[in-house]
């Protein structure tokens, strides 16, 4: 499995302050079966994002941590307008890997029309946004339609592992479930931020996706789709999981036909 957003990295966001829980969260990332992990640390008004800085951590890491989980760098953007016009001069700065997917969070309250302006800036400059936990924002509790605009205009949707498990709520974990069971959902990742409370696991999610959405699909949110996205690579990008429609109606269908 494949890890696009977790905070690793330590003493740089609010993720762990010392090495030693950096290289505890990797080896809890390997045991759940993670071979490859982004690192994703903030970049918001409280957490300045620093590339010199986040490149020595990782290669730090690479050095101590023999073994899985590769690590890769990435960023936790904020859509804010300093981060954005940043973004525009520096298309590849926050991005996986240098390449083109970009984590974007966003807002907790905002305007549709707002964030669609803001996500197309990115689009037009050759970034390919990937919506972090929408199922954690209340706007987007109330309704998806305003995903269903951002994925029209290009974008992904990344859902948080432990969201379609209950750690955030009923309203999240409701809003996850019908983000993967609607087609919504591009990616899984597990937004780790320590070895407890928020792990770095994604096997716990794996399993349930597989018993309610199938095999393919769950390989495809945890696997297939993140790999194309720490290899650079859109051609693969698609709907994880197509919706089916019910017995009930499958039956009616025929009989109108």
């Known amino acids: ?3 696009i957003h977790s905070h690793i990295l330590w003493g740089i966001d609010d993720g762990p302050r010392t090495l030693d829980e950096s290289l505890a969260m990797l080896r809890v990332a390997a045991a759940a079966g993670t071979t490859d992990i982004v690192a994703t640390p903030h970049a918001n008004s409280r957490y ?5 800085v986040i490149a020595s951590r990782i290669e730090e890491l690479r050095q101590i941590h023999i073994g899985p989980p590769r690590i890769h760098s990435g960023c936790d953007f904020h859509l804010s307008p300093l981060n954005i016009d940043d973004a ?3 298309p590849v700065k926050y991005t996986i ?3 083109q997917y970009l984590m974007v969070e966003l807002p907790e309250s905002f305007s549709p029309d707002s964030i669609r302006h803001a996500l197309h800036s990115l689009v037009d400059e050759g970034m390919l946004p990937v919506i ?3 199922e954690r924002n209340p706007v987007l509790q109330r309704s998806q339609e305003s995903i269903d605009r951002w994925i029209d205009l290009g974008c992904l949707v990344q ?3 432990q969201s379609l498990m209950g750690r955030f709520g009923r309203a999240a974990k409701r809003a996850a479930w019908q983000t993967v069971r609607t087609g919504r959902a591009h990616f899984i990742a597990s937004d780790a931020h320590d070895v407890t409370d928020r792990p770095p696991c994604l096997d716990g999610a794996y399993e349930l996706l597989r018993k ?3 095999e393919s699909a769950a390989g495809r949110l945890v696997k297939d789709h993140p790999l194309a996205a720490i290899e650079n690579r859109d051609d693969e990008i698609d709907t994880a999981y197509k919706p089916q429609a019910k017995a009930w109606y499958r039956f009616f269908r ?3 036909v």
């Not at 300045?48 to 010199?52: A, L, S």
């Open 1 to 3: 499995m494949i890890d």
């Open 48 to 52: 300045p994002f620093d590339p010199v």
């Open 88 to 90: 525009v001069r520096n």
């Open 97 to 99: 890997n240098s390449g």
């Open 132 to 134: 972090t936990h929408p």
């Open 159 to 161: 859902i948080t592992a």
């Open 212 to 214: 309610e959405v199938g």
């Open 254 to 256: 025929t009989m109108i």
